[in-house]
């Protein structure tokens, strides 16, 4: 019996060793050996072309001297600072409106998910159209019958206004999210609620004191991938602003920057040098995350 056991768990070892071996495949191939490759090409003067020569920290240092880059770096920095707490904001408050019990309301919760599952690129082309800067657009249009404003708005045509822009069109996937929260307020016991009333306390005082503590773990995880998505935006900039991150750079993120200096300039140890910067960007700022997150992240038994 001894043997027919072990026969039969190296059977299942051996099984779920190929189920998950496209998987593990997939991650080595497309993953794991292009970062082991990129941060070696980080360190050296790469065109496709020719043979790598190593130069040492000399993309690093000339990077941190370009003032394109160190443009896409503030353009990126200045967009997840924005971007990232209104989302969480936008998120939160729709699904606190579809969370009450109304008629409609899994019919009103798909409406508002259906613009996360459409492709990036034909969103952007759709608000392309929806955000004209002519009078014939959709917005400018409304905006001018209203007398909101006088003449055409330029929305993505000008340096002043792109980043507006973008910032709310990026909210017109906000429906990813409220699942999320959707998920957080259901998790939340009723009997709390029920006691803050009894207690006296006013809706308000119920979402700030009850609401908010419990839903401190899906604020958690909906920061981070918020962050981690913002920083590295780039379909939706490089169908807007092209390779050059237009109007005048507003547009140029920093992975776009990448981008244009693999495959436009085929500098591509610059481009992984530069990748790499973002990489520990990200990285730093998500530790610091989950550092400061024993204070504020309240899990379920007790435990912070």
Do not use: C
């Not at 200045?78 to 969370?99: C, D, E, F, R, W």
């Amino acid at each position: 019996m001894p043997r027919i056991a072990h026969t039969q768990k190296s059977r299942d070892t051996v099984a779920g060793y190929l189920f998950t071996a496209p998987v593990t495949l997939g991650v080595l191939i497309w993953t794991f050996i292009p970062m082991v490759l990129s941060l070696f090409y980080a360190f050296t003067k790469y065109n496709v072309l020719t043979p790598p020569k190593f130069i040492g920290l000399s993309n690093f240092s000339q990077l941190f001297h370009d003032p394109t880059f160190m443009n896409s770096l503030e353009v990126t920095v200045i967009y997840t600072i924005i971007s990232v707490p209104v989302g969480l904001l936008v998120g939160l408050l729709l699904a606190v409106l579809l969370n009450q019990n109304v008629l409609g309301m899994r019919l009103f919760r798909t409406i508002f998910y259906l613009p996360a599952v459409v492709p990036i690129v034909a969103g952007t082309q759709l608000w392309t159209v929806i955000f004209s800067p002519s009078k014939y657009g959709i917005v400018n249009m409304l905006l001018m019958k209203l007398h909101i404003v006088s003449k055409p708005f330029p929305f993505f045509t000008e340096p002043h206004t792109s980043m507006f822009s973008l910032i709310l069109m990026g909210l017109w996937s906000a429906g990813g999210g409220m699942l999320i929260w959707l998920a957080g307020l259901k998790s939340v016991p009723p009997e709390l609620y029920e006691a803050a009333h009894i207690d006296g306390a006013n809706s308000w005082s119920r979402f700030m004191r009850v609401t908010i503590p419990i839903l401190t773990p899906t604020i958690f995880y909906n920061l981070i991938m918020g962050m981690i998505g913002a920083l590295q935006v780039f379909a939706s900039s490089f169908v807007l602003g092209g390779v050059n991150g237009a109007p005048l750079g507003s547009l140029d993120f920093v992975n776009v920057f990448i981008y244009r200096n693999a495959f436009n300039y085929f500098k591509m140890g610059y481009a992984s040098a530069a990748a790499w910067i973002l990489f520990i960007i990200i990285l730093f700022l998500t530790l610091i995350v989950f550092r400061t997150s024993k204070g504020w992240v309240h899990y379920g038994g007790g435990q912070d």
